[in-house]
């Protein structure tokens, strides 16, 4: 296969179902022993517009998507209109025999004969690509009818004819398009996306409770606690807005509940006066950011990395926090995991800070190693300790700053949770000395998760001339380009961060000083990533590379920039 | 349980005859007469004068945020149904800051009582109007008289068919410490709106105001009809009817959800093989 494997674009209007024909090629593609990327682009509406799904595919491991589309499937003319241009060489447009492919390479389908109602119209797209692209049948086969076998054997029988038809149609026109070569993954891998590798994450750390107000792309963490995480014993609850989502979190893990908050900038922004609640009250709560284009309500289902200065800095008042950034599905999964460890252990709150990118898109990935897991914090649920019926030092001022958390019900000695400055037994305070002590206490907290941080990762060359930095989700994209500029006899390296509050300088600031140039890459106007490496390290970046269109990172975008 | 085990606090942040020296008196009563141990109550607050009452009595305590004492309260009972969970604060908590979070505790229905201390101003911030002021009086904020139509919060309770409302006054203790109890008792949400007169910032709605208009509901009143319910919820004039107004049966939030039955959710282990399963569905 091509460097780039081969990128598959489905395009039409919202509701007409290229979602449903990109998932069941996605799972088709990820059962055979594929690698994919799939990028979704869509608009904020239900009908109508236009919307993108993307399945970058590859026999080798991949990290990013593609611009360049070697197969579209056009489910109506504005499709053709729109992308026409962006084929790649060879590449075909799959559509509809009744619309014009505007003079493109392209495969007209007569839906019409082979799908006797339009309901049928998601399987004969399928069966064309299966069999143009070459998939394994038995495999696509198989999806098929586990699709529609609730539906029964009348519906399983007359999808069956519809794929047979739609396979057998394509298979004469097989000379169009190249089919992909053999799979070489291993099966059994999970299609995931990063919204489920967070929930994921999330109940194998043990989270009991999730409060939530809907908000695109973070919705969807909630959701699959919500039709999956309820039989583990989660309980989720959509609150009336943001403020009562994270007010109740505070709640529940004042009551010994590990609990995750889900949202996105606007509906967080509602939530920062509990962000500061939970930094006085020493309150665990694992806040899932996924971040989309501002400000307010920007660009509403597009990506952006524009919302780190607001969870860097979110919340009167000074405490600690910690703000950790997946690159890549697994680590959405393990940082989630992660974070309830951090937020359990320091009592202040830890956030996962991701994009509408990562959120969505699905990739293949090995089931996760549960009992490789590291274990997670608890509070302390054992009945001793403390005065019986009076309140013990729930704030007591300790060398590392953390005090012992009890939970109130559990033992004879009562909890006493506090919004004010406050005494170690958590009344109200206005003494100027003790002030300072809890002050200095809370901030105590925060060295401890500095001693914890996650070292960036690098990539590519050790001691490269040019030195990519890049944050969360563009990991993939930027460790691509550097591939692409080393192809062409550069000396490139990627240091990517996973972990972007607390920094530890030790960890990474030799290599920056050791490279010739240091670019850093990030989805934003204003480089905050760079702004704050200079603001704790003095070091100040070559150049930075932003984009804020709302686009996602391509490598080929990025190779053009830094050529 | 010996009402001394709630410890009785003289220094506290509230002027001499403040209407919340009664209150907690009442409190401390209805709990001792429920026989209820103090590590089992979960009283939840949010910022106002009444809202320091966490402070003021021995037992498990959160004291968060203004207007946003509702949500941590109803997330603790869906947490720890064991706990019995209490959440006192004042008008302008409850009605003005926090007035989407009352809205959606009615309708939510997790079983806790809601103690409103309403005196009909605000106090902590030395009085302004709160929701519950009345049209036309003067205030140091609002010196041409409020233009604001008062809330009337029992009205809005038994509309929204609020599993329990009552009504309570400060000054009449007996009926006070019977009306917690009965909210406390009651297996749903209970508000119990009870006026606790500002001595400091409200010249208008004093005691003797108070004690002239409070009057008990007759005792062959139904508190489960809902439409002489809503005629009660209009009566705040030369007479202000005091007890439950209006209750029903509604099953509570908590009471519906299976996992709750297993206890605390803090204590349930991670399901690994349930996991393992669920991660199987991705295949």
């Known amino acids: ?563 | 349980m010996d009402i001394e085990v709630y410890g009785e606090y003289k220094k506290t942040a509230w002027c001499p005859g403040c209407g919340n020296h009664d209150v907690m008196k009442a409190v401390r009563q209805a709990l001792a007469g429920l026989d209820l141990a103090p590590n089992k109550v979960a009283h939840v607050s949010g910022i106002g004068q009444a809202a320091k009452a966490p402070h003021y009595i021995d037992l498990n305590g959160f004291n968060g945020l203004h207007g946003r004492g509702l949500p941590p309260a109803q997330a603790i009972k869906l947490c720890n149904p064991e706990l019995t969970v209490i959440a006192q604060s004042g008008d302008g908590c409850n009605y003005g800051e926090g007035g989407n979070h009352f809205l959606a505790a009615i309708r939510r229905n997790v079983d806790m009582t809601l103690l409103v201390h309403d005196n009909q101003i605000y106090g902590l911030t030395k009085g302004q109007a709160s929701p519950t002021t009345p049209e036309g009086q003067i205030t140091k904020s609002q010196p041409d008289g409020v233009r604001n139509a008062p809330f009337n919060p029992i009205a809005v309770a038994v509309a929204m068919k609020c599993s329990f409302v009552a009504r309570s006054f400060s000054g009449n203790t007996a009926h006070l410490v019977k009306m917690i109890q009965l909210a406390i008792q009651h297996k749903g949400f209970a508000l119990v709106d009870l006026f606790s007169p500002c001595v400091s910032f409200n010249k208008v709605n004093t005691y003797g105001w108070y004690k002239q208009r409070c009057q008990e509901l007759p005792e062959d009143y139904d508190p489960t009809d809902w439409a002489a319910a809503m005629q009660v919820a209009q009566e705040f004039g030369e007479r202000i009817p005091i007890g439950v107004i209006y209750r029903n049966d509604r099953p509570s939030l908590d009471a519906s959800l299976p996992v709750l039955q297993k206890g605390p959710l803090g204590r349930q282990p991670v399901d690994r093989d349930g996991l393992r399963a669920l991660m199987q569905s991705y295949t």
């Open chain 1, 1 to 563: 296969m091509s460097h780039t494997g081969r990128n598959i674009v489905i395009g039409g209007e919202a509701g007409q179902g290229l979602v449903t024909i990109g998932q069941m090629l996605t799972r088709a593609l990820i059962r055979s022993g594929y690698e994919v990327v799939v990028s979704q682009d869509y608009m904020s509406r239900v009908r109508g517009g236009h919307n993108t799904y993307s399945i970058r595919v590859h026999d080798a491991p991949i990290a990013a998507p593609a611009e360049a589309m070697d197969v579209l499937v056009a489910l109506n003319q504005e499709t053709v209109s729109l992308h026409k241009g962006e084929m790649a060489e060879g590449g075909i447009i799959i559509l509809d025999a009744a619309l014009d492919p505007e003079g493109a390479r392209a495969v007209p389908v007569p839906f019409k004969d082979v799908a006797p109602r339009p309901i049928f119209e998601n399987v004969a797209a399928l069966g064309v690509l299966g069999s143009l692209l070459g998939v394994d049948r038995p495999t696509v086969e198989g999806l098929v009818r586990e699709t529609f076998g609730k539906k029964g054997d009348e519906v399983v029988g007359q999808n069956m004819k519809v794929l047979d038809d739609a396979w057998k149609w394509a298979e004469a026109h097989r000379a169009s398009c190249a089919a992909l070569p053999a799979p070489k993954g291993p099966k059994g891998r999970m299609m995931l996306h990063g919204n489920e590798a967070i929930a994921l994450g999330a109940l194998a750390a043990g989270v009991k409770f999730c409060s939530f107000y809907p908000m695109t792309p973070a919705t969807s963490v909630a959701q699959e606690l919500i039709s999956k995480g309820r039989k583990l014993g989660v309980v989720v609850e959509q609150a009336e807005d943001e403020i009562a989502a994270m007010n109740m979190a505070l709640g529940a893990t004042y009551a010994g509940a590990k609990a995750l908050v889900p949202t996105s900038g606007g509906g967080f922004a509602l939530m920062t006066e509990g962000v500061s609640l939970a930094g006085v009250m020493e309150a665990p709560v694992v806040i899932v950011l996924a971040q989309r284009p501002g400000p307010a309500t920007g660009l509403p289902t597009r990506t952006e990395q524009a919302d780190l200065n607001l969870a860097l800095y979110a919340g009167h008042g000074e405490f600690p926090r910690a703000i950790l950034a997946p690159a890549t599905i697994e680590d959405c999964f393990h940082l989630t995991h992660a974070a309830f460890d951090l937020t359990e252990r320091f009592q202040t709150p830890v956030f996962v800070l991701t994009d509408q990118y990562l959120s969505d898109s699905y990739r293949a990935v090995a089931p996760f190693d549960l009992d490789a897991l590291p274990p997670v914090a608890e509070p302390d649920f054992t009945p001793g300790g403390g005065p019986k019926f009076k309140r013990y030092k729930r704030y007591e001022l300790t060398e590392s700053g953390v005090s012992p958390r009890k939970v109130p019900g559990f033992t004879e000695t009562l909890v006493l949770a506090d919004c004010h400055e406050h005494t170690e037994q958590g009344n109200i305070t206005e003494d100027a000395g003790l002030r300072n002590a809890m002050n200095d206490k809370r901030l105590r907290k925060g060295e401890g998760l500095r001693k914890l941080c996650i070292p960036p990762r690098v990539i590519g060359d050790a001691k490269p001339d040019l030195l990519l930095v890049c944050w969360g989700s563009s990991e993939g994209p930027v460790a691509e380009a550097a591939d692409l500029l080393r192809a062409k006899g550069r000396s490139v390296g990627v240091m990517s961060f996973t972990q972007v509050w607390p920094l530890d300088p030790a960890q990474f600031l030799p290599a920056l000083r050791a490279a010739k140039e240091v670019v850093c890459v990030e989805g934003n106007a204003t480089g905050q990533f760079a702004r704050l490496l200079r603001q704790e390290t003095g070091f100040e970046v070559s150049r930075t590379l932003l984009r804020y269109d709302g686009r996602i990172f391509t490598p080929g975008w990025l190779a053009e920039r830094l050529g």
